[in-house]
Nanobody, 119 residues
């Protein structure tokens, strides 16, 4: 079982930056890929980006590519989402997720952290 706790959300002006953190419990963190998702009011949850187990490869949605960076520290069992050049349309609840070792799907989710970007 993996438990995920996000932090670092808040209110920021357009053009600003935030860094989200996602702390994981359990001994399998370094064995699984991690992802970030977001859900804006009235919209479906959407993929933001993902990072592999070792942290040397990441993939991003087109909407955030070049502005957001995902990294991880396996020694701290933490994954990060650095968000730069924020836009009002980035306003959403951001979730981190962990892949299941067996399924390969995102089986574990955090509770989410709110990011609000003012214009």
């Amino acid at each position: 079982q993996v438990q995920l706790v996000e932090s670092g959300g808040g209110l920021v002006q357009a053009g600003g930056s935030l860094r989200l953190s996602c702390a994981a419990s359990g001994r399998t963190f370094s064995s699984v890929g991690m992802g970030w998702f977001r859900q804006a009011p009235g919209k479906e949850r959407e993929f933001v980006g993902t990072i592999n187990r070792s942290g040397d490869s990441a993939y991003y949605a087109d909407s955030v590519k070049g502005r957001f960076t995902i990294s991880r520290d396996n020694a701290k069992s933490t994954v990060y989402l650095q968000m730069n050049s924020l836009k009002p349309e980035d306003t959403a609840v951001y979730y981190c997720a962990a892949r299941g070792i067996i399924t390969g799907y995102y089986d574990y989710w955090g509770q989410g952290t709110q990011v609000t970007v003012s214009s």
